[in-house]
């Protein structure tokens, strides 16, 4: 599968798919990033989680409409309000949720799956009849369109720059959050050991709800960076669930770091194998092969000490 | 409770009732288009049996069974493929005698995993043991390491993801996203008529009925107990001196070789098998089904199926767009309001009255350990 590129070639191709790779990348750790803190911490499946996305998406779309009719003049920057938004959006829709559903249920996780799956239909059919069932895609301001030169021939996309700075800073911020903010400490306090946390003080209930919130607004800003690199459409949220799933339990349930390497080593993995093979060959492959891992190693790649 | 019989009277009143229905009612009060439609839906019912054993009883969730059904279904679709795709009604292919759409994807042989199935034996056998050795070997790498729970929820809807992929990826030896169509003869009886579709009706009725049957057989022996108790206490089972694996490991192949018998009973009533009926949705939606009518019940998730299916065909017929929003408000609140389904609303509710009726009977009447709530005691996992 290697012949007939010249050892230039094979090094510029390598490095333009592991650039692909990294926007893939980023965009699954904001995914998974949400979704392992909230099934580390309350032990939920989210399958509703690519429909929290998809609305961070269609707020980042509505954004640029009303920019592009009401202020074209600020056009320029709406994307920074829409992600502000579709964090806002996201997060409190996922507070709700908790609100009045998961809340009934942290007891039985299996019946979680199957409820928040519910709840996936209803929203996709919320998109689809509110912003029908075509693909919408958002109009990119000018500064962040084209590409840079690093080469000859290597052409790195602007948008997939500013997707990874929004990752890393998404990420950093969680870091911070999670593990400097008194806030964090409550909430590892209460994935190591629930009944103790609730005995010294911590509004468990709270944490819960807080942290389903914050899980969900992440997914939302996934959404928004998500409009960058592709459209939006009711049912694209679940393409990338089950992805964004084998993300979270190959890197660890409950290790932050873990789900960012697993995102990493699938991401690239997929995309550099994109370029040789069919895509469904590579996506089959690296399923496979991840599945294949967890059979052997079933607590995934980082184990975090867990008391149940 | 001293009953010494395999089938209680109870029971099988019940299972009766079921057969009169699917048997007789429905095939005098519908017109054939409807009954067709009810034979579909009977078909997953076998799915549903599966389920019940599985899911309700041993506590695994499967989110695969979508898989089985496909293989099942497959293994079916490529026997009357291959039937219909004689060299005389392919001449005009570059390559007679090989199915229409390999010759589309330029193959110029069979491949060789199409060749068994010329023989009908073969494939018969291969409609449950497939996915069945497929099962085994999910399960044997699962269960023996004790992934459980949610861990293999993920892990078999990833898996029901990569058959899906595959499927699709390779046309020229799938069928691709159309699937295998144009089915026509089944050892030269054509299964397109009317009256055919009326007597493989009958036959997926009465195979239901039949797998019904073993599936009560299998949970009222020593061996359904041991999957209940398993469901609620794993470790203690194991402390018992029991190897819990084993015991999961076959629940999971039962509940696959239904779904596999689901599945090829599918092809043969609705004519085609394609990749939509294997994916992670339509492996969901069986779960659904089983859970709206009791995981818990035989039967209950028999009449789960049908009522879905019935309402999801009404609906979607006449308001389309409400229909998702009625399947997702009904999961929702059939999982957080009534985690036993249709058979435990009608467990809590008709029980007491029929007790009234019969009073010098009820205190034979057994207080039912496999309906007890098992969730609201924390106890599934």
Known sequence: MFMGYSFGDLGSILAMQGFAGLVLFSVFVLMALGLAIIFGQMGV?????????????????????????????????????????????????????EWALIRHLYKRPLDTLLATWGLSLILQQVYRSVFGAREVGVELPGWMMGSTHLSEQIEIPINGLIVMALTTLITLAVYLLIFRAGWGRQVRAVTQNRAMASAVGIDTERVDRLTYGLG??????????????????????????????????????????????????????????????????????VLLSVVGILMLRPQGLFVLKVRR | ?????????????????????????????????????????????????????????????????GIFFGLGGYCMAMFLKL????????????????????????????????????SLAFTIAAVPLVPALLAFVIGLAMFKRRVGGTYFAIITQAIAAILTILIIGQQGYTGGVNGITDLRTLLGWDIRTDHAKLVLYFVSGGLLIACLLAAQLVRRSKLGRILVAMREREDRVRFSGYDVANFKIFVFCVAAALAGIGGAMFTLQVGFMSPSFVGIVPSIELVIFAAVGGRTSLLGALYGTLLVNWAKTTFSEDLPQL???????????????????????????????????????????????????????????
Not at chain 1, 50 to 71: H, P, W
Not at chain 2, 28 to 44: C, D, I, Q, S, W
């Open chain 1, 45 to 97: 499946i989210n399958m509703a989680h690519g429909e929290f996305m998809i609305l961070g998406a269609y707020v980042t779309y509505l954004c640029s409409r009303l920019f592009a009719a009401y202020l074209p003049g600020a056009f320029a920057f709406y994307f920074f309000l829409a992600i502000i938004l579709a964090f806002c959006a996201s997060g409190l829709l996922g507070m709700a949720v």
């Open chain 1, 216 to 285: 969900c607004g992440i997914a939302g800003i996934a959404g928004s960076a998500f409009t960058m690199i592709g459209s939006t459409s009711p049912t694209a949220g679940q393409l990338y669930i089950v992805d964004t799933f084998l993300v979270v339990v190959f890197g660890g349930a409950q290790s932050l770091i873990g789900t960012i390497a697993s995102a990493f080593t699938i991401s690239q993995a997929r995309s550099t194998m994109e370029f040789f093979l069919s895509g469904s060959m590579a996506q089959v492959l």
């Open chain 2, 1 to 65: 409770m001293t009953e010494s019989r395999v089938l209680p009277r109870k029971d099988l009143i019940a299972v009766l009732i079921f057969a009169a229905l699917i048997l007789l009612v429905l095939p005098l009060a519908l017109e054939p288009f409807r009954l067709n439609l009810v034979g579909k839906y009977l078909t997953y019912g076998f799915v549903g049996l599966g389920l019940v054993l599985c899911w309700g009883d041993a506590g695994i969730l499967s989110l695969g069974q």
């Open chain 2, 83 to 118: 039937e219909a795709s004689t060299p005389e009604a392919t001449k005009i292919q570059s390559t007679p005698g090989i199915p229409d759409f390999m010759d589309w994807n330029q193959l110029t042989a069979l491949p060789w995993f199409w060749r068994p199935f010329h």
């Open chain 2, 323 to 381: 229909w998702l929003f009625a399947m997702g408000a009904l999961f929702i609140a059939v999982v957080v309001a009534f985690p036993n389904g249709l058979a435990g609303l009608v467990q809590d509710s008709l029980a007491p009255v029929l007790a009234r009726l019969r009073p010098q009977r009820a205190e034979l009447r057994p207080t039912a350990p496999t309906v007890v709530d098992a969730a609201e005691q924390g106890g599934v996992r």
